[in-house]
């Protein structure tokens, strides 16, 4: 991943965002905050949707776990995954204090670490399709310019290029996948599967929560659904380890390969 090209990308990032804006407006709508579930446990407000969380929680532990074990050897996928495990982790933290009082002001903290687990999701989906590793400066970029997607709407009142980020990521993942073009298509159809219900769940909040007769609500499952969503990542970097290191099938243009797919 040339730095020359990743800047042009992040700098494009933005000047898409900017030209869509002027286009089709995307702002923050004020009905976003009014969740379906607003039961409180003692003085715990919107219990359900806070403590859905733990499963995000679980998912960057695990995350971490798999960094910690592949520390030594530090295989291709290591950069990304540290960068997603400790997103994951803030994420989880960040969503419960937001959903604890739900506003512009605290979702700003529940979105900054979305965006990191962004970052280093797509910097393995690099290194599935290339087989190369990416550099710590490249991360380092990466991690910077993903937050500033958040930035940018607080400051122009603009979510288009964290929707970009986001879904145009997401599409990337689903073509690359759908496609074949990346080193360990199941692992990745997990991780496609889990979000895509996420975002169904998130959609259906209300929805889900009269047809439950007001047990549960869409946006505690969409919790639920991220962090396995999160935690089928082990899967796609075991994937990449195993192919580095000879065990199991090699797929052409995978990540046993030193160069890029052919």
Known sequence: ??????????????????????????????????????????????????????????????????????????????????????????TAFGSAYYHMAPTDATLVWDRLPMTIVFAGILAMLWTSATGERVGWTQMLIMVVVSPATVAYWLVFSSLWPYAILQFGGLMLIVGMTLTRKVNGVFAWMLVIVFYGIAKIFESLDWQIWELTHHMIAGHALKHVSSGLAGASMILVANVASRSATGIGSRRPGGIGRTGPPR
């Open 1 to 90: 991943m040339k730095i020359s090209r990743l800047l042009l990308g992040s700098v494009m990032l933005f000047v898409v965002g900017t030209v869509l804006q002027t286009i089709w407006p995307l702002a923050q709508p004020a009905a976003y905050h009014h969740f379906a579930d607003q039961r409180s446990l003692g003085s715990l407000h919107n219990a359900s949707d806070v403590l859905s969380n733990l499963v995000i929680l679980l998912a960057g532990i695990l995350c971490l776990g798999w960094v910690k074990r592949h520390a030594s050897n530090q295989p291709a996928q290591f950069p990304g995954m540290v960068v997603a495990a400790f997103g994951l982790l803030l």
